[in-house]
């Protein structure tokens, strides 16, 4: 069975750090393109970063572009969202998608492309 399952999430203060985990099942992560991806209620998801198929390239929307850091561990079979200076405008559910042949170019990470999606979790930055 295919799956997706997040990990990390909680709630930061203004400034701090989360990293957020992505760990597959039934699959490879290095023969897939992963992305990040968040939504807040009454706004449509968005892609933050992708993570290229068997490729360490990685790309992110500019809101993110210096704070936060994609990355995949083969060996476990994950893939991490480092994220750090985080701000209120961070505060979103969190979900990691997977597809094959996807992930492009910056600020173009759309969730039209992706079809195995994980359950999400919350990050909530705030004092």
């Known amino acids: 069975q295919v799956q997706l399952v997040e990990s990390g999430g909680g709630l930061v203060q203004p400034g701090g750090s989360l990293r957020l985990s992505c760990a597959a099942s039934?699959?490879?992560?290095?023969?897939?393109?992963i992305g990040w991806f968040r939504r807040v209620p009454g706004k449509e998801r968005e892609g933050v970063s992708c993570i290229k198929q068997g490729d360490p390239t990685a790309y992110y929307m500019d809101s993110v572009k210096g704070r936060f850091t994609i990355s995949r561990d083969s060996a476990k079979n994950t893939v991490y969202l480092q994220m750090n200076n985080l701000t209120p405008g961070d505060t979103a559910v969190y979900y990691c998608a997977a597809e094959t042949w996807t992930c492009y170019d910056d600020n173009d990470i759309r969730p039209t492309d992706y079809g195995t999606w994980g359950q999400g979790t919350q990050v909530t930055v705030s004092s």
């Open positions: 039934g699959f490879n992560v290095d023969h897939y393109a």
